[in-house]
């Protein structure tokens, strides 16, 4: 030892390094009692997620005060309120509790699906002849009835140039140019619109169709196969597919499997869901 040190100081030193290493907070870390009941930080933790994003944005100082402040007072509130737990209270936390475990379930069924090797597989049995799926060139000429609709079309079949009966005819925003769409695929446009074209050969004439913009009447001018995307561009797309027939996949076995029984209940009016005094509310 160097001459002049304090023999204390190594004492407590030496005590000092003795000392277990104090545990770091964590989710059952308790931060407050009310009556004896605890409230810790994953409470807080599950609280603050709750919020809306705004709140969220609070300084953490300020927010966890306010959390913590809530959390009390919802303790004590709770602990005023005397008697059995009130059944529309019960069928809640049953009911948030099955869609969170529910929710767990499926985030694990996701997190083992669509790897890279299976998104590759998928991309390469999609785009195997290296192609990707259909698209269209097509115009239209938009009015606001049925009638007016199948007036154009007449005018059309019998001879009237379908451009010149647009510019003259269409209201919509491509009336100006012909009715004229350019190259799209058929997820660009409204369902209706989509699946009347996918019918369609080039050159022919669509039926009156109804979308939520109003009357169509479509011409298809061409049609040909998209080349196929890079892997790079469609693997998020992929995954989500993968992702999603998995989960379809394990619920469908899932419940396949399970023991389901639904007895029938007579005299049961489905309306009977709008009544919440049945359940104290």
């Excluded at 195997?128 to 239209?140: I, L, T």
């Excluded at 998995?246 to 023991?259: G, P």
Aim: no cysteine.
């Amino acid at each position: 030892m160097p001459r002049g040190f304090p023999l204390l100081s190594t004492l407590a030193l030496a005590a000092a390094l003795a000392l277990p290493a104090r545990a770091e907070p964590g989710a059952e870390t308790v931060v407050a009692r009310v009556n004896g009941q605890e409230i810790t930080i994953g409470h807080m933790i599950v609280a603050r997620a709750t919020l809306p994003q705004q709140y969220q944005q609070l300084p953490p100082d300020v927010l966890y005060d306010a959390i913590l402040n809530q959390l009390i007072q919802q303790s004590a509130l709770e602990q005023s309120e005397k008697g059995d737990e009130p059944l529309h209270v019960r069928l809640s936390l049953e009911n948030e509790k099955r869609s969170l475990m529910a929710a767990q379930a499926i985030e694990k069924i996701m997190a083992g699906s669509a790897s890279e090797g299976e998104i590759k597989a998928a991309y390469e049995a999609r785009y195997a002849d290296g192609f990707g799926g259909d698209e269209f060139n097509a115009s239209h000429i938009l009015v606001e009835s049925e009638e007016a609709a199948k007036a154009v079309r007449a005018e059309v079949e019998n001879g009237g140039d379908f451009a010149e009966v647009a510019k003259a005819k269409s209201t919509g925003p491509s009336g100006p140019s012909g009715g004229a769409l350019g190259w799209f695929k058929p997820g660009d446009m409204v369902p209706e619109f989509s699946a009347a074209v996918e019918a369609m050969e080039p050159g022919q004439v669509s039926e009156p169709v109804q979308t939520q913009f109003g009357w169509h009447i479509i011409k298809l001018n061409e049609k040909r196969r998209a080349e196929a995307p890079a892997l790079e561009q469609v693997s998020d797309e992929i995954a989500q597919e993968l992702r999603r027939k998995a989960v379809e996949e394990a619920v469908a076995a899932l419940t396949a499997k399970a023991t389901i029984d639904r007895p029938e209940v007579e005299g049961l009016d489905p309306a009977i869901l709008g009544d919440l005094s049945l359940i104290g509310n």
